[in-house]
């Protein structure tokens, strides 16, 4: 079992920056690739950004590339989301999840294991 827990959510102006954290525990997290999920009212769960387990390969939504940046720190035991020039559809509640390792970021939520019960985002125009 991996628990994770999200933080660093809350609100902002639009084209300002927020960085996510994800905290895990339970199993060795270096075993396992990382990714970043987000849910906006009404709207299904979408993929945003994964990590490989090693921090090697990463993948972005288009809607997000070169404005987000995943990152980990295995010996904090910690995956993160740098988010800058934020726009107010970026607006949503944003979930880490956590599936075994392999050599490719996942981007499909099927794929993933363990959630966190996610961080809310909003950004005002």
């Known amino acids: 079992q991996v628990q994770l827990v999200e933080s660093g959510g809350g609100l902002v102006q639009a084209g300002g920056s927020l960085r996510l954290s994800c905290a895990a525990s339970?199993?060795?997290?270096?075993?396992?690739?990382m990714g970043w999920f987000r849910q906006a009212p009404g709207k299904e769960r979408e993929f945003v950004a994964a990590i490989t387990w090693n921090g090697y390969s990463t993948s972005y939504t288009d809607s997000v590339k070169g404005r987000f940046t995943i990152s980990r720190d295995n010996a904090k035991n910690t995956v993160y989301l740098q988010m800058n020039s934020l726009k107010p559809e970026d607006t949503a509640v944003y979930y880490c999840?956590?599936?075994w390792g392999v050599g490719v970021p996942q981007v499909r939520l099927a794929e993933y294991n363990y959630w966190g019960q996610g961080t809310q985002v909003t950004v005002s125009s």
């Open positions: 999840a956590a599936t």
């Open positions: 339970g199993r060795i997290f270096s075993n396992y690739n």
